[in-house]
């Protein structure tokens, strides 16, 4: 990061814990979200009116008493869109309204445009449909005996997975089930859209990608991108479930607005919310392994099957990355790999934090479990058997593992957690313990950082210093909670050595940054941040030319320090040089960009380098179950996470606590439930269980693993976002471990996500009658 005859400042702002930069405001409720934006006259609400059938053709709309409800001013059809009826990421398969048909129970048919909202949603219930109906595709077993695919299933292999497994010594099959999960943000789905002149849109969007909303409502409406402009100051959490699924109503918002000159706004219900928008991918997972006395694994073969839903959305990419991380930290030398990307009549599957990666983790994490209860031995035993190492680093994809940090990190928390004498200490436990039983568990995560879908790898930034020592910067990465305006306003300060009170962020804007991609990947620091920094070089670099010519000394003696600069024998406050370079016309505002390099994968051969680098993490969690009821609760977790040279080791904190407790409550209590007409049924926090305080380990410690990135990130840092949700698969098998005490000799049991308490109970009383599901064979 250094540059030739430049000094850098000598005072930290990055790499200390520093305040998010709207901690204040969230505390003291003056943070503005969209809904809290003053209402423009004569401003419109909207609703969906939505399909009571998951698949089946349209035979006619009546909308006579829909038009004729108080308060109702328009109502649109798919006839009323002017341009491209589409909100799909890229395959044009979304509708914004259904046309001749509808795929899934919820989909929206037509849109209401009212005088509140109320009025809007209890209108939007009087549409009288009539259908055709079809037979839906439901579940992963209709859906793969239909042949429903939503692209051709997918391969990823290494050397002969067939001839090692028939060739190893001990070979062992199962069955895990992993659900879904909602997004279940703070702040809904909604949008706010108003009509400028010569046809222009101003959109106030929730979204993680503005320039994905812009480009939509502009096909949508005919009109160019350069016609539309998305902001966004702020969501008030997101995940994945706003990087496609806030176009809906983004785009329903700007079509009222085109259509009645009047503002719109689309604040979604809960529970519509809940129903309308795509969850995580629920998965099926076979596996075959092979493996030594030892636990080595010599052959493995493994299917994931999931449940894409009615349209293609982000469906192959997620799937894609759920293949990539089946080998986690592990050495697989023959390995078969095969995906299912199954279609069903439900709504799309979308984005979640981890975008498949969980899937994947887990499924290796699984077979470490059933290869330890198999052998008798300690899980943690066989995890460290075959874990990459020299010799024995390249993944299943063909990438190479240069910074392989994994058995020293595992090595360390080991030691720090105790995990040798809590071990003997459960032991103890779960023998003189009839009814409660105890589990511990200790699992790594290996989590690729940068989007599979290469050209996704860019940023820019837009950074002006004004005349008084301001700055102003702006960049296409969206704030969503995760503290990303902080970190890049860091990296911005530490580049002129000033304070972070200097440096203002804006809203993301379209017209201030165009063509972006999403927040998402975990690559939003790691890519603004760069593309901030390079634009902050630019000026810094201008302004140094300046004080060489104007103070006579050599580049090398330009300090920028703790809101000083000394040129040579002249020193000076930041102020004062920014208002002497304004007046000798230094030019002081800058683009900045930044494209992620050494991306390059084959995804028709699935050989590559998709990833830039790896971010690696562990967690040792400990819980108690109790065997009458299936109840359990999760007593400790100790996690130890690599953020490479941390930007903000508070928020990065903040950041893996948050979530290892979403990722506890993906395996744990958030159970998605459908009816076998397609509708869901676990649509309100009445229904779905997200985890509570209540639910967090009374001991939860976080520490970071001290290391810079091996690669040239923004000040080493590595990417925080989406690695830490995996380190809650300690939880899953540490419930394993305690199932697995009520009876050692029946070996690994296998527990679905997410383990409820139902799940909890059956698996007890399979374990204590020493059976296992179908399809297990144990030995040869």
């Known amino acids: ?27 003291a409720g003056k943070a503005r979200y969209i809904d809290d934006e003053p209402e423009w006259p004569g401003l419109l609400h909207l609703a969906f009116g939505v399909s009571t059938e998951a698949s089946a053709t349209i035979e006619g709309i009546d909308l006579s008493a829909v038009r004729a409800a108080p308060g109702v001013v328009a109502v649109f059809t798919a006839a009323d869109i002017p341009g491209a009826n589409d909100v799909s990421p890229f395959a044009g398969d979304d509708r914004l309204l259904a046309d001749g048909e509808v795929l899934w129970l919820g989909q929206p048919v037509f849109l209401v445009a009212a005088t509140s909202r109320r009025a809007a949603r209890q209108a939007a219930r009087l549409g009288a449909i009539t259908y055709g109906s079809r037979p839906p595709i439901l579940t992963i077993a209709q859906a793969r005996a239909a042949q429903s695919l939503i692209e051709p299933t997918q391969r990823m292999a290494r050397g002969d997975a067939h001839q090692a497994l028939g060739q190893a010594p001990h070979r062992l099959s199962g069955q895990l089930a992993m659900g879904g999960q909602d997004h279940f943000y703070l ?19 929730s979204t993680q990608h503005p320039s994905e909303v812009q480009h939509l409502v502009a096909h949508l409406l005919g009109r160019s991108s350069a016609d539309v402009t998305v902001e966004v100051r702020r969501m008030g959490g997101a995940f994945g479930g706003k990087e496609t699924q806030g176009s809906l109503y983004a785009a329903a918002a700007a079509l009222v607005a085109h259509h009645t000159g009047r503002p719109a706004k689309f604040r979604a219900d809960r529970d519509d919310d809940m129903v309308q928008t795509g969850k995580r991918h629920d998965f099926e997972v076979d596996y075959d392994v092979g493996f030594d006395d030892a636990g080595h694994i010599l052959g493995l073969q493994v299917r994931l099957a999931s449940r894409c839903g009615a349209t293609v959305d982000l469906s192959p990419a997620i799937n894609d990355r759920a293949m990539f991380h089946v080998d986690n930290t592990y050495f697989l030398p023959a390995v078969e790999i095969v995906s299912e990307r199954l279609k069903t009549n439900m709504v799309s599957a979308t984005a979640f934090r981890g975008f498949g990666g969980p899937q994947g983790m887990l499924a290796i994490e699984r077979v470490m479990d059933a290869v330890a209860g198999y052998l008798g031995c300690d899980p943690l035993a066989v995890r460290v058997a075959n874990l990459y190492g020299p010799g024995r680093d390249v993944t299943p994809y063909g990438m190479k593992v240069l910074d392989n940090i994994a058995p020293e990190l595992i090595a360390k928390l080991r030691e ?17 313990s009839p009814v409660l039983k105890k589990g511990l568990a200790l699992t790594p995560v290996k989590f690729g950082i940068s989007f599979t879908t290469t050209h996704l790898n860019q940023a820019g930034a837009l950074l002006h210093v004004y005349a008084d020592g301001s700055i102003q910067i702006n960049h296409g990465g969206t704030e969503m909670g995760q503290g990303l305006h902080t970190k890049v306003a860091q990296v911005v300060a530490q580049a002129f050595g000033v304070g972070l009170g200097t440096v203002r962020i804006t809203a993301t804007r379209t017209d201030k940054v165009p063509n972006t991609s999403a927040t998402a990947a975990s690559s939003g620091a790691d890519m603004n941040g760069m593309a901030a920094y390079n634009a902050a070089l630019a000026i810094r670099e201008r302004l140094v030319e300046f004080c060489v010519r104007t103070y006579g000394c050599g580049a090398e003696e330009v300090v920028f320090e703790a809101g000083t600069v000394t040129a040579g024998a002249e020193v000076m406050t930041w102020e004062t040089l920014c208002r002497r370079a304004y007046l000798a016309r230094v030019s002081l505002s800058s683009t900045g960009f930044y494209a992620t390099p050494g991306i390059e994968y084959d995804r028709a051969a699935h050989q590559g380098t998709p990833f830039y680098y790896f971010a690696y993490g562990a967690a040792l969690a400990e819980v108690v179950i109790d065997t009458l009821t299936g109840e359990y609760r999760v007593l400790a977790a100790d996690i130890l996470h690599d953020c490479g040279n941390s ?34 049924l676990t649509h309100a926090p009445s229904t779905y269980k997200i985890p509570t305080a209540n639910d967090r380990p009374d001991h939860l410690s976080v520490t970071l693993w001290d290391g810079p990135n091996l690669k040239p990130t923004i000040h080493r840092s590595k990417a925080v976002g989406e690695p830490p949700f995996m380190l809650a698969n300690a939880v899953l098998s540490a419930l394993g471990a305690a199932v697995a005490a009520c009876n050692p000799a029946a070996g690994w049991p296998e527990l679905d996500a997410p383990a409820t308490p139902e799940r909890m109970l059956a698996a007890i009383a399979r374990q204590k009658a020493g059976a296992r599901k179908a399809g297990v064979e144990r030995g040869q």
């Open 1 to 27: 990061m250094a540059e030739a005859g430049i000094q850098h400042p000598r005072t930290p702002v990055v790499g200390v814990d520093q305040r998010h930069d709207s901690a204040a405001l969230h505390v």
């Open 187 to 205: 702040e809904g789905q909604i949008a706010l859209a108003r009509p400028m002149e010569d046809g222009q849109i101003h959109l106030l969007s």
């Open 416 to 432: 720090d957690g105790r995990y040798a004498a809590r071990q003997q200490d459960v032991a103890a436990f779960n023998a003189g």
């Open 647 to 680: 930007l903000n080791p508070a928020i990065d904190k903040g950041q893996i606590e948050g979530a290892f407790v979403q990722g506890q409550g993906w395996l744990t209590s958030e159970e998605l439930v459908w009816d076998a007409k397609g509708q869901l």
